[in-house]
């Protein structure tokens, strides 16, 4: 362990593990002691000389000697007492001893005696003993571990001090701390000892002469004190003798006197504050003995004589305080005498500045105001009258100071406060408010709020009002008027202006009996002032005098108006300034609040039919302002809830002339703002939607010439703002704002020879250019903004045509043809947000694109000299989509002359910035127009067509312009590549389409253009690289650039080489689409330029078939379609015998594919097509091969994938256009020869052509054969050309084939043909068909009904559906039971049942089954758990009307055949669900609903008789209604279920009465319904109280009829209702039900209603009181 100590003295930097404690040993526990004490010395040295905290190891060798005094407290003490004995040891290394003998004694208590003894001895020693030249850190030490050690020792510590305070001689300053120490520590163990000592140092106190003495004794004094207060409160606890308060006070007050009369007026200054900081606690206890109080008193003035000194205030003030509460608690007066010397040192202290080297100065006017609180509770008079002399003096600070203390003494909640010192106050005040000055102004606003909020409001009715309302007035009016010269002046009056407003907001909100004066001053206020930042708490303030007279608060205001309206300027007035101001709601610390709450409470005043609606929409305008800050609002968006919040109110007052006396009101408010700001901005705005609101167009109409007139139209901002004005107020008044337009065109005399209009304005002489440019902008401005139907009405005329003419007739100058395109741009924008524009046809389409195509052509294409070049491609862009749509030979017209005007320009020069971004300008619009002529898309379909416009220039025979197309095209390409990169992979086939248009000029005449076409084909590799994983490498790309050198000559072989060279290269990055989309890319572009450029292509197919051969299998259809389109119109032999060897080389390799790649050709129209299809033909065997392999083409869509074992398999599995398939089929038909009648293949084929025309029906993409006719044909597709009437001439062949004598005309007698064409009848047609071909063809019927129930099975909808609807006749025929096929079908029909989400397949799958009823009865109980579960699903779930009700008619088809047993539980179910539909608003579903009730009621039992009687009578009241129904089959179904039901009654009248059809007419119904009633009084009057209160529930039905029929039963029933159970109705209810009638919108329901009305009144005429 020693080693240990011995190396962490060494080395300081080690680990403190290994520190560890010593043996139990004396001298081995004095050198571990004595190691661990040498670390803590150390690391204290350490610590200060770098400033660091307390080191860990210091803290840790502490611990560790601790640690060891818990199991050695003796052992470790006396070590330690042994190492302060040690000689010359530093001070730091005894305060360390000293600090852990303190922690041990903590620790452990009480110690052996011996030790104490040694202990007291040596600190006492210690403590005492302190050179002078020494800190007093080790005398604090040893005295902090006597204290220590007197917690368990109290009585040696307390000895061992006592013996060194002796009487009369003057002691160590630390003996009096120590005894201070103890006093606090040990309260109740240092009482007995209190008094001798106080006595004690009392005899030293003539003896202290140094300043350091005297601080020691009164802070031990200060501690004394507090000690004997804790004493006395705690006097319970106390075990020693009792010392009572008034001996304690008797000893002190000698103390007392003496500090005050010697101490206090030593000249150290820290003698003063210590002796002013122990009078505090000596005064507690002095002041409350009623002797010494009095002569406390007299020592005030020595007191009041230090606030001359040097000592801070503060302290001085606190123990004056202290004297005067005490003073004023007891009630013991102070001398008069003192009182203005009182007065005037603490009035003093408030008027005059504090020294700058007092820190307590705040504190310190705090203190002063709780003295003169304490002054005014006593002496009011005396304290007012010196108040009143001291502002009789001019000098603003004492004034100012005077009234802070009135208000102080104002604000003070003290129940002793009369109200004669508030009297006395006020007048004081008063005597002041002529003072001009801005403090005083401030003091005096601030003493009448302070009255306001300490209750005395009538105080300052007619004086304090007065003055408020002159204040804010001057205070304006300085602002407003201020000059920069007065800075100063200005930041005052500002505060004036602050303080006055919070005063009103003061006033507002606590002050009742408010005079009308004031309230107008303040709003008068909002309504005039310039001074916009004072708004805030003026609203605020105005909305608490609102809300106040509202509730009734304010008593002289409800005298004056009891209808609790305030007094306001004009309402439109008002709330045209508040919204133009809350445009800018952040300014003026938030305005936009305060004003919207103040129209909250104003609502009532302003437009009491706004209030409910400003109720709702105004917190939420708050709300908003209150989750955003000035920094995150947006503009926009709170002018567009301002306008949205103008709009809810103005419907308000729809009717009115309102909005437009608000019109003019925003108008007026014009003149105050300057242009531009945001306050005028949305004052146009929110006059031109105010505007629009009118109904008086003719006041409109003054309106908005007035603005016309007043507008500067060179200030772009006016001009902008008028046009938005005119477009806004064109949604309500287009045909008013049309009318304006035209008589403002005809005031100022338009035409060709006189322009007057600067004659209409002298101030601001118009140009003739500016007001036609704005006339332009505001008629398409209209445009954008009125109502779509009145746009459709304006487009033309007069709105385009305006604009048209305001532009022919004008010199047409740059800034006119800017106008002009901006302004076609908005019509068109308008337009074109239309969502439905029918047939519109925009009819100046084409004047608007010549007009444009002029500019274009008129524009230099030498040089660019304005942007109007862009502005007009940008205007086609907006045109083309409209109606009459651009041919496409105008589309190209327009794309020629726009890329023309671009692309024929030079480019410009390094040097001119401005025509290069006006060059870039117009490529970009060009690139514009380009997207939005060809579907507008910026992705891989966009470069393509942005490529086919360049295209014909790459292809063009002339150099130049070749190079510039291509010189395009490589930016076009580099752009997308930075642009899009990887993010959009280009579509499959696009790479090889965009290289095969640039693959021919690698070996083009023109060498800058076979440059740019290898860097346009590294770009595309660069992108396809950078998009796929390809294994392109450096070989590659150094084989590039050694070709791309090999292309700088002229040599045309080495060029041919090189451009084959080039495809070897590149074809391995192509895959096997690409390779297609290159060769289909190639051979469209044969013949385009030259033989060369034929020569290059065919050799780029040549190489790139010779090395992808075998890997095209897939893409030989497309390939060879390729290579058959082209191939007819190649003239020269050798390109022609080069695409014949890629044909043979195709077919050598993929002889099943080529075969199977036919049927992918364009038609089988085309001659080389319809030659191979003859050949085919004429085999028979294999006709019939390709016929099944057709077949299977077709079916392959509607059946699950085969997964194919080989790569024909695949390609004969391929799926192939229907149209072409059918074409196909129709034509292998047709020539096959005759005598072969195909009735093997009349099943399939059948089955095959109705799938085909199910799905046909569906909503499909256009046909890929359709979109390459269109491609390839001008004219349009023959008629007879679709996959519908293909289909269907084909099946006519087919009939005809099979040489039926009864099919072919019974089909054409009922046209089948026709209803299988149309998609509303295709299923009634396959019904048709299939019940017909069953009772002729029936012998193919077992194969039919297989392939039917394998589509049953389909996923694909059509499929299903068309299955489905053939095995619903199958169903009705007993064919599928016959062939052992009903259980499957019905396994698949119930699948189908549940197929939720197609409808049309549930319908048909519940009437498949029920049609089991015909086609197999017997099977029905069979399956009855099936059937009744799937038939009756849909009146529980949440099916459509069309499902539920196929669902009731598939019961009533099966309940026939079932007995009631047979039911079980569904008996009740279906009773239940069925009667809810009785109600239902789908005529359809009352009618199944009400038939299938009517067969339940046959089938019902014994046993469930009763339940059915239940079922029966809570339906009665429906059903005895819709005997009226307004659909008269529900009627009828409802008449003939009521008398199927009747009997169930048991009452053989009641069944008569019905009579014996099931049809009644109105009369019947009456007779029945009254004969019921009668039967039911008499024998079950509680029922028909029942059905009477069932009835009263249709008196809401939505039906007119229901309402009718309900009114007629009800006054049937209260008829034959007995006078016991009318007293139990609810005749006001019914009353009420009845009267509501009388509103209804239909005449019968109010007669009847009436009538029904009467009968209630007489029933009710003896127990209720005639209504009022």
């Known amino acids: 362990m020693a080693e240990a100590d011995t190396d962490l003295t060494d080395d300081m930097v080690e680990e403190p593990e290994c520190l560890e404690l010593p043996e139990p040993q004396d001298d081995g526990t004095f050198q571990q002691v004595t190691n661990l004490l040498n670390i803590m010395e150390t690391e204290s040295a350490k610590m200060d000389t770098t400033g660091v905290g307390v080191d860990m190891r210091k803290t840790l060798a502490s611990v560790i000697i601790t640690e060891k005094a818990t199991t050695h407290p003796s052992v470790v003490v006396n070590a330690l007492i042994r190492c302060l004995q040690v000689p010359e040891i530093s001070t730091q290394r005894k305060v360390n001893i000293y600090s852990t003998l303190q922690e041990i004694i903590r620790q452990e208590g009480e110690l052996e005696e011996n030790c104490v003894q040694r202990l007291l001895a040596i600190a006492s020693q210690e403590m005492r003993d302190l050179p002078e030249q020494e800190s007093c850190e080790k005398a604090e030490a040893a005295s902090d571990t006597l204290v220590a050690l007197s917690r368990n020792h109290f009585s040696l510590v307390m000895y061992e001090l006592q013996h060194h305070l002796k009487p009369l001689d003057l002691t160590?300053?630390?003996?009096?701390?120590?005894?201070?120490?103890?006093?606090?520590?040990?309260?109740?163990?240092?009482?007995?000892?209190?008094?001798?000592?106080?006595?004690?140092?009392?005899?030293?106190?003539?003896?202290?002469?140094?300043?350091?003495?005297?601080?020691?004794?009164?802070?031990?004094?200060?501690?004394?004190?507090?000690?004997?207060?804790?004493?006395?409160?705690?006097?319970?606890?106390?075990?020693?003798?009792?010392?009572?308060?008034?001996?304690?006070?008797?000893?002190?007050?000698?103390?007392?006197r003496y500090f005050v009369t010697v101490w206090l007026r030593h000249h150290n200054l820290e003698v003063k504050l210590g002796v002013i900081k122990s009078l505090k606690p000596m005064l507690s206890l002095l002041l409350p003995n009623d002797d010494l109080r009095e002569q406390v008193y007299d020592y005030i003035p020595?007191?009041?004589?230090?606030?001359?000194?040097?000592?801070?205030?503060?302290?001085?003030?606190?123990?004056?305080?202290?004297?005067?509460?005490?003073?004023?608690?007891?009630?013991?007066?102070?001398?008069?005498?003192?009182?203005?010397?009182?007065?005037?040192?603490?009035?003093?202290?408030?008027?005059?500045?504090?020294?700058?080297?007092?820190?307590?100065?705040?504190?310190?006017?705090?203190?002063?105001?709780?003295?003169?609180?304490?002054?005014?509770?006593?002496?009011?008079?005396?304290?007012?009258?010196?108040?009143?002399?001291?502002?009789?003096?001019?000098?603003?600070?004492?004034?100012?100071?005077?009234?802070?203390?009135?208000?102080?003494?104002?604000?003070?909640?003290?129940?002793?406060?009369?109200?004669?010192?508030?009297?006395?106050?006020?007048?004081?005040?008063?005597?002041?408010?002529?003072?001009?000055?801005?403090?005083?102004?401030?003091?005096?606003?601030?003493?009448?709020?302070?009255?306001?909020?300490?209750?005395?409001?009538?105080?300052?009715?007619?004086?304090?009002?007065?003055?408020?309302?002159?204040?804010?007035?001057?205070?304006?009016?300085?602002?407003?008027?201020?000059?920069?010269?007065?800075?100063?002046?200005?930041?005052?009056?500002?505060?004036?202006?602050?303080?006055?407003?919070?005063?009103?907001?003061?006033?507002?909100?606590?002050?009742s009996g408010m005079t009308n004066e004031f309230w107008v001053r303040l709003l008068c206020y909002i309504m005039e002032t310039d001074y916009t930042e004072a708004l805030t708490p003026i609203c605020i303030s105005l909305t608490n005098l609102a809300e106040n007279q509202m509730r009734g608060k304010d008593p002289e205001a409800s005298v004056a108006g009891k209808s609790k309206h305030v007094d306001l300027p004009a309402p439109q007035k008002l709330l045209a300034r508040l919204l133009v101001l809350m445009s800018s709601p952040y300014k003026g610390e938030g305005r936009g609040i305060a004003m919207l709450n103040l129209l909250r409470t104003l609502s009532q005043s302003i437009a009491p039919s706004m209030a409910d609606m400003w109720e709702t929409e105004i917190p939420l305008l708050v709300q908003y302002l209150e989750e955003h800050t000035e920094f995150t609002w947006n503009q926009k968006t709170w002018e567009d809830k301002l306008i949205q919040f103008l709009r809810n109110s103005l419907r308000k007052t729809r009717g009115t002339n309102w909005s437009l006396r608000l019109s003019k009101e925003l108008n007026n408010q014009l003149e105050a703002f300057s242009s531009p700001s945001l306050e005028k901005g949305f004052l146009y705005r929110a006059l031109g939607f105010t505007l629009g609101t009118g109904l008086e167009a003719d006041r409109v109409e003054v309106l908005l010439l007035e603005l016309l007139y007043k507008t500067d139209y060179s200030n772009e901002f006016d001009r902008e703002g008028v046009i938005l004005c005119f477009g806004l107020c064109a949604r309500g008044q287009v045909k008013t704002v049309m009318n304006v337009l035209q008589e403002f065109e005809e005031r100022i005399q338009e035409s060709e020879q006189s322009w007057q209009i600067?004659?209409?304005?002298?101030?601001?002489?118009?140009?003739?250019?500016?007001?036609?440019?704005?006339?332009?902008?505001?008629?398409?401005?209209?445009?954008?903004?009125?109502?779509?139907?009145?746009?459709?009405?304006?487009?033309?005329?007069?709105?385009?045509?305006?604009?048209?003419?305001?532009?022919?007739?004008?010199?047409?100058?740059?800034?006119?043809?800017?106008?002009?395109?901006?302004?076609?741009?908005?019509?068109?924008?308008?337009?074109?947000?239309?969502?439905?524009?029918?047939?519109f046809q925009f009819a100046h389409k084409s004047a608007l694109t010549g007009l444009i195509t002029v500019i274009i052509k008129a524009e230099p294409t030498d040089q660019l000299v304005s942007p109007v070049r862009m502005m007009a491609m940008g205007a086609l862009s907006c045109l083309s989509p409209l109606k009459p749509f651009y041919s496409s030979e105008e589309s190209s017209e327009l794309m020629d002359i726009s890329i023309q005007s671009v692309i024929s320009l030079q480019p410009p020069g390094e040097d001119n910035e401005s025509i290069k971004t006006l060059y870039a300008n117009a490529l970009s619009s060009l690139k514009q127009l380009m997207e939005r002529l060809l579907q507008r898309q910026m992705d891989p379909k966009g470069l393509q067509e942005m490529v086919h416009l360049l295209e014909k220039w790459i292809l063009s025979e002339k150099e130049w312009e070749r190079e510039k197309a291509m010189t395009l095209y490589l930016h076009l390409m580099q752009i997308y590549v930075q642009s899009i990169g990887v993010c959009i992979p280009l579509k499959l086939g696009q790479f090889g389409t965009l290289v095969g248009l640039v693959a021919p000029f690698i070996c083009d005449t023109h060498k800058r253009t076979r440059m740019t076409a290898t860097s346009v084909l590294s770009s595309l590799l660069d992108l396809h690289v950078s998009q796929t994983c390809s294994f392109w490498g450096a070989s590659d790309e150094r084989e590039l650039e050694e070709c791309t050198q090999d292309l700088r000559d002229m040599d045309m072989e080495q060029l041919f080489s090189a451009s084959s060279r080039i495809a070897k290269v590149?074809?391995?990055?192509?895959?096997?689409?690409?390779?297609?989309?290159?060769?289909?890319?190639?051979?469209?572009?044969?013949?385009?330029?030259?033989?060369?450029?034929?020569?290059?292509?065919?050799?780029?197919?040549?190489?790139?078939?010779?090395?992808?051969?075998?890997?095209?299998?897939?893409?030989?259809?497309?390939?060879?379609?390729?290579?058959?389109?082209?191939?007819?119109?190649?003239?020269?032999?050798?390109?022609?015998?080069?695409?014949?060897?890629?044909?043979?080389?195709?077919?050598?390799?993929?002889?099943?594919?080529?075969?199977?790649?036919?049927?992918?050709?364009?038609?089988?129209?085309?001659?080389?097509?319809?030659?191979?299809?003859?050949?085919?033909?004429?085999?028979?065997?294999?006709?019939?091969?390709?016929?099944?392999?057709?077949?299977?083409?077709?079916?392959?869509?509607?059946?699950?994938?085969?997964?194919?074992?080989?790569?024909?398999?695949?390609?004969?599995?391929?799926?192939?256009?229907?149209?072409?398939?059918?074409?196909?089929?129709?034509?292998?038909?047709?020539?096959?020869?005759?005598?072969?009648?195909?009735l093997d293949l009349f099943p399939d084929l059948l089955?095959?052509?109705?799938?085909?025309?199910?799905?046909?029906?569906?909503?499909?993409?256009?046909?890929?054969?359709?979109?390459?006719?269109?491609?390839?044909?001008?004219?349009?597709?023959?008629?007879?050309?679709?996959?519908?009437?293909?289909?269907?001439?084909s099946m006519r062949l087919l009939v005809a084939r099979i040489n039926n004598d009864r099919l072919a005309p019974a089909l054409?007698?009922?046209?089948?043909?026709?209803?299988?064409?149309?998609?509303?009848?295709?299923?009634?047609?396959?019904?048709?068909?299939?019940?017909?071909?069953?009772?002729?063809?029936?012998?193919?019927?077992?194969?039919?009904?297989?392939?039917?129930?394998?589509?049953?099975?389909?996923?694909?909808?059509?499929?299903?559906?068309?299955?489905?609807?053939?095995?619903?006749?199958?169903?009705?025929?007993?064919?599928?039971?016959?062939?052992?096929?009903?259980?499957?079908?019905?396994?698949?029909?119930?699948?189908?049942?549940?197929?939720?989400?197609?409808?049309?397949?549930?319908?048909?799958?519940?009437?498949?089954?029920?049609?089991?009823?015909?086609?197999?009865?017997?099977?029905?109980?069979?399956?009855?758990?099936?059937?009744?579960?799937?038939?009756?699903?849909?009146?529980?779930?949440?099916?459509?009307?069309?499902?539920?009700?196929?669902?009731?008619?598939?019961?009533?088809?099966?309940?026939?055949?079932?007995?009631?047993?047979?039911?079980?539980?569904?008996?009740?179910?279906?009773?239940?669900?069925?009667?809810?539909?009785?109600?239902?608003e789908s005529e359809l579903l009352r009618v199944k609903a009400f038939i299938l009730f009517g067969k339940l009621a046959k089938v019902v039992g014994v046993s469930k008789k009763r339940f059915f009687k239940g079922e029966v009578r809570r339906a009665w009241v429906a059903l005895v209604l819709h005997c009226q129904d307004s659909c008269c089959s529900a009627a009828q179904a409802c008449t003939a279920t009521m008398f199927q039901c009747v009997h169930f009654w048991g009452w053989k009248s009641l069944k008569r009465s019905l009579g014996q059809s099931d049809h009644s007419t109105n009369d019947q119904t009456i007779a029945f319904q009254t004969t019921m009633c009668s039967i039911l009084a008499q024998k079950k009057p509680a029922v028909l109280h029942g059905f009477l209160l069932q009835t009263m529930t249709y008196m809401k039905n939505n039906s007119s009829t229901i309402r009718i029929a309900a009114c007629n039963l009800a006054g049937t029933i209260l008829k034959q209702m007995s006078a016991h159970f009318l007293k139990k109705l609810d005749f006001l209810a019914f009353r009420n039900s009845l009267q509501e009638l009388q509103l209804d919108s239909d005449a019968g329901v109010r007669r009847t209603a009436l009538e029904t009305l009467k009968v209630l009144d007489g029933c009710s005429q003896p127990w209720l009181p005639a209504p009022p």
Request: net charge neutral; glycine share 4%.
């Open 758 to 839: 600067g004659a209409w304005r002298k101030d601001h002489p118009w140009r003739r250019e500016t007001v036609k440019s704005a006339l332009m902008v505001i008629y398409s401005c209209v445009s954008l903004n009125c109502h779509p139907q009145m746009l459709l009405a304006y487009a033309d005329s007069p709105i385009t045509a305006k604009i048209i003419h305001h532009y022919s007739s004008s010199c047409q100058d740059t800034s006119l043809k800017m106008a002009f395109m901006k302004s076609v741009v908005q019509v068109t924008s308008a337009l074109r947000s239309i969502k439905v524009l029918e047939d």
């Open 1066 to 1238: 590149v074809c391995p990055e192509f895959n096997c689409e690409e390779v297609l989309s290159l060769v289909q890319k190639l051979c469209e572009n044969i013949g385009a330029v030259d033989l060369r450029h034929d020569k290059a292509t065919v050799t780029w197919i040549g190489t790139f078939l010779q090395m992808r051969v075998r890997e095209l299998e897939d893409k030989v259809p497309e390939i060879l379609g390729a290579i058959l389109v082209h191939l007819p119109m190649v003239d020269h032999p050798e390109v022609q015998q080069h695409l014949i060897e890629g044909i043979l080389l195709l077919a050598h390799y993929h002889q099943e594919t080529v075969l199977t790649s036919l049927l992918r050709q364009p038609l089988p129209m085309e001659r080389h097509l319809m030659e191979v299809w003859l050949a085919v033909a004429k085999n028979v065997p294999f006709a019939r091969t390709m016929l099944l392999g057709l077949l299977g083409r077709l079916q392959a869509r509607f059946t699950p994938r085969i997964n194919a074992t080989s790569k024909a398999d695949i390609w004969r599995l391929a799926a192939v256009d229907p149209l072409m398939t059918l074409c196909t089929i129709h034509l292998l038909m047709e020539k096959v020869d005759w005598d072969e009648k195909l």
């Open 1308 to 1480: 054409e007698e009922q046209s089948v043909w026709v209803l299988l064409e149309k998609g509303g009848t295709f299923l009634e047609g396959v019904s048709l068909l299939v019940r017909l071909c069953v009772q002729n063809v029936e012998c193919y019927m077992q194969r039919l009904a297989e392939l039917v129930l394998r589509g049953l099975a389909s996923d694909v909808p059509s499929c299903r559906i068309s299955s489905t609807a053939i095995c619903a006749e199958f169903m009705s025929n007993p064919v599928l039971h016959q062939e052992k096929l009903l259980r499957p079908s019905v396994l698949m029909l119930e699948k189908g049942v549940e197929q939720g989400e197609d409808e049309e397949l549930q319908v048909l799958s519940l009437r498949a089954l029920g049609n089991m009823a015909l086609g197999a009865p017997r099977k029905v109980k069979q399956y009855r758990k099936i059937l009744l579960e799937k038939c009756s699903g849909p009146l529980w779930g949440q099916a459509s009307s069309s499902v539920t009700a196929e669902g009731m008619e598939a019961l009533t088809k099966i309940l026939p055949e079932l007995r009631e047993r047979d039911m079980g539980s569904s008996f009740e179910a279906i009773s239940e669900k069925c009667r809810v539909f009785f109600d239902n």
């Open 1247 to 1289: 089955y095959t052509f109705l799938l085909q025309l199910g799905s046909g029906h569906g909503p499909e993409a256009a046909s890929p054969v359709l979109k390459t006719w269109r491609l390839v044909h001008a004219r349009p597709l023959p008629e007879d050309m679709t996959l519908q009437r293909t289909t269907i001439k």
């Open 172 to 256: 160590d300053e630390f003996v009096i701390v120590t005894l201070a120490k103890m006093a606090h520590s040990n309260v109740f163990e240092f009482m007995p000892y209190m008094g001798i000592t106080l006595a004690t140092i009392f005899t030293m106190l003539r003896l202290a002469n140094e300043a350091k003495m005297r601080q020691v004794i009164c802070s031990a004094m200060e501690t004394f004190c507090e000690t004997v207060q804790f004493y006395l409160r705690h006097l319970e606890d106390s075990l020693y003798p009792v010392m009572t308060e008034e001996q304690f006070a008797v000893k002190l007050f000698p103390m007392y």
């Open 302 to 511: 020595l007191l009041l004589a230090e606030f001359q000194g040097g000592l801070e205030a503060l302290f001085i003030t606190q123990v004056l305080r202290q004297i005067l509460e005490m003073s004023v608690t007891t009630n013991t007066p102070i001398p008069p005498m003192l009182l203005q010397p009182i007065f005037t040192e603490l009035h003093t202290q408030v008027c005059t500045k504090a020294p700058a080297q007092h820190q307590f100065s705040s504190q310190n006017l705090t203190e002063i105001v709780h003295c003169f609180v304490a002054l005014a509770r006593s002496y009011p008079k005396e304290l007012m009258r010196f108040c009143f002399s001291q502002v009789e003096l001019s000098k603003e600070a004492i004034r100012v100071g005077t009234l802070a203390l009135i208000r102080a003494v104002v604000s003070a909640d003290d129940p002793k406060m009369n109200i004669r010192t508030i009297y006395l106050a006020i007048r004081v005040v008063k005597n002041t408010l002529s003072d001009t000055r801005s403090k005083v102004r401030m003091a005096i606003l601030r003493i009448i709020s302070q009255l306001v909020l300490s209750g005395f409001q009538e105080k300052i009715k007619g004086w304090g009002l007065k003055y408020v309302s002159v204040q804010l007035t001057l205070s304006t009016y300085k602002l407003t008027n201020r000059r920069d010269s007065f800075y100063q002046r200005d930041l005052e009056e500002k505060m004036v202006h602050k303080v006055t407003m919070e005063t009103v907001k003061i006033i507002t909100s606590s002050i």
